[in-house]
């Protein structure tokens, strides 16, 4: 007999009073706030140490959604506001959940020195292949040939491999999941929610509603079929042959190394100093 008043377990970790979320059904974004949610469970975090930061976009919602202190951020400046919050408090563990437009075209100036001075950012990103929020523009990780409103006779723009891009920038931790490898997503969420330094998860996720409309996918589960058809396991391999096809989506781990992070060094800077000076009083 099912209980009445029976509160779903996850509630908890949501905004009741943000919900109905937003998202248009078949749309990928709640898979990836459930592996999210998944993965905080399972490790028992702490919710007064987590901050959820998001910026413009459907995925940016996710801010708002979760019941954690987060930032909806503007366009682009996701990884700034992060950086700001996990400078003033190191110990929070500080989570980024944006979309490719918001993290990797306006905001990719942020992504690449993120990466390269190893803050200690977990960084996921709902790769939709468009701005589905805007109206489904053309954006930085819209395959070649690919039908957007503003390519209408096909993309003839190189999309970035994002994969590589954060790997080459300097992340610690480097995995591409699509929404269909939900149980390896959030094994990958957990392992970077434990790990120090930059880390950065690709997860290719469906628009059906415009990308997917425009391109003959017109569903969600028609877009997972594709996910699932061109999809290759192939973990540990080289970043820089994992560009996207619509015949091949490598997926996997890619980059997995220990550095130390940039709020480590920078209290080992100043604590060195700080001695220095207390030498040179006495
Ligand atoms: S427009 Fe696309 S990405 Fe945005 S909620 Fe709808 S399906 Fe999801």
């Given at each position: 007999m099912v209980q009445e008043n029976m509160e779903h377990p996850f509630l908890k970790y949501l905004r009741s009073a943000m919900i109905p979320h937003i998202w248009c059904p078949g749309c990928g974004n709640g898979i990836v706030l459930n592996s999210l949610v998944h993965a905080i469970d399972e490790l028992q975090m702490d919710l007064d140490n987590l901050v959820v930061v998001s910026g413009i976009g459907c995925i940016g919602r996710t801010a708002g959604y979760t019941?954690?202190?987060?930032f909806h951020t503007t366009h682009g400046r996701s990884l700034a506001f992060a950086t700001g919050v996990k400078l003033a408090n190191p110990e929070l563990d500080v989570v980024i959940v944006s979309g490719d437009g918001d993290l990797f075209a306006i905001g990719g100036n942020h992504f690449i020195h993120a990466a390269r001075r190893n803050m200690g950012l977990k960084v996921i990103c709902a790769n939709n292949f468009n701005y589905g929020m805007t109206g489904g523009q053309q954006g930085p990780t819209t395959p070649l040939e690919s039908l957007t409103t503003t390519s209408p006779?096909?993309?003839i723009e190189h999309p970035f491999n994002l994969v590589h891009l954060a790997a080459a920038s300097g992340a610690t931790y480097v995995a591409r999941w699509t929404t269909l490898h939900v149980r390896r997503l959030t094994h990958s969420i957990k392992k970077v929610l434990q790990k120090e330094g930059f880390c950065f998860i690709e997860v290719i996720s469906p628009c059906p509603e415009i990308f997917g409309r425009y391109n003959r996918m017109r569903s969600g589960l028609e877009m997972m079929e594709w996910f699932k058809k061109a999809s290759v396991v192939d973990s540990f391999s080289d970043p820089a042959k994992a560009e996207i096809t619509p015949e091949r989506i490598v997926v996997g781990e890619f980059v997995d190394v220990e550095k130390l992070s940039y709020e480590k060094l920078l209290h080992e800077k100043i604590s060195k100093i700080n001695e220095k000076a207390m030498e040179q009083m006495s």
């Open positions: 019941n954690t202190d987060s006779h096909g993309n």
